[in-house]
């Protein structure tokens, strides 16, 4: 059974910190990760993919992934008020061709 | 009309009721999905379409029956529902089975 555990939260930031969110993956082989965002009552948006060890940038959004520790991680710099939601991790398994394995995501909340 | 729409937006039924949810992609996409989202539990994939034809049926009870008359659309058949069946459903398309997902705004669905 591929798992994919994130902290649900909420966790509270002041405006303008960075927000750091976190995932962790059962399946070792696993290939790709991506992060969601979704508001509340609305559809998961695609942020971010990451699919080799490092850092990868885009905005304030920075992706991490350390596969040897099964690590993947969101960090928001200059957290603004619109930021709040929830974020979801998702991993796609290694041989799996479809599917795509989600957290049940961290609820993020940017205080003024 | 962009992305993927999903419709309707709300729909309240009885358990011995038959209706049915559509989901429209405009994004010239190969592969449809099926999630269902529930309160504090992680997306569950239920059905996988790829050019038209069904590629994974995730335990999902019989009395959900997905059809995908051509890459564009997709339906999902609701016939003598539970009310635990009650969630949000969500439509998803992407360019190759596995790849990145882009999501509809969903189905909130009550079953009394």
């Known amino acids: 059974q591929k798992e994919v555990e994130q902290n649900s939260g909420p966790l509270s930031v002041p405006e303008g910190a960075i927000a750091s969110l976190n995932c962790t993956y059962s399946d070792r082989g696993s290939q790709s990760f991506f992060w969601y965002r979704q508001y509340s009552g609305k559809s998961p948006e695609l942020i971010m993919s990451?699919?080799?060890?490092g850092d990868k940038e885009d905005g304030r959004f920075t992706a991490q992934l350390n596969k040897a520790s099964q690590y993947v991680s969101l960090l928001i710099r200059d957290s603004q008020p619109s930021d709040s939601a929830t974020y979801l991790c998702?991993?796609?398994?290694?041989?799996?061709?479809?599917?795509?394995?989600f957290g049940k995501g961290t609820l993020l909340t940017v205080n003024p | 009309e962009t992305g993927v729409t999903q419709t309707p937006r709300h729909l309240v039924m009885g358990m011995t009721n038959k209706k049915s949810l559509k989901c429209e992609q405009h994004?010239?996409?190969?592969?449809m999905y099926w999630y269902k989202q529930s309160a504090k539990k992680p997306l569950e994939l239920m059905f996988v379409y790829s050019l038209e034809e069904r590629v994974e049926n995730n335990s999902v009870p019989s009395r959900f029956s997905p059809e995908c008359p051509n890459s564009s659309h997709l339906f999902l058949h609701l016939h003598t529902l539970q009310p635990e069946d009650s969630a949000l459903y969500l439509c998803?398309?992407?360019?190759?089975?596995?790849?990145?997902?882009?999501f509809g705004a969903g189905t909130r669905l009550s079953v009394l």
């Open positions: 998702a991993v796609k398994g290694e041989g799996s061709n479809y599917k795509l394995t």
């Open positions: 990451i699919y080799s060890n």
């Open positions: 998803a398309s992407s360019q190759g089975v596995g790849n990145i997902q882009y």
């Open positions: 994004l010239g996409h190969n592969a």
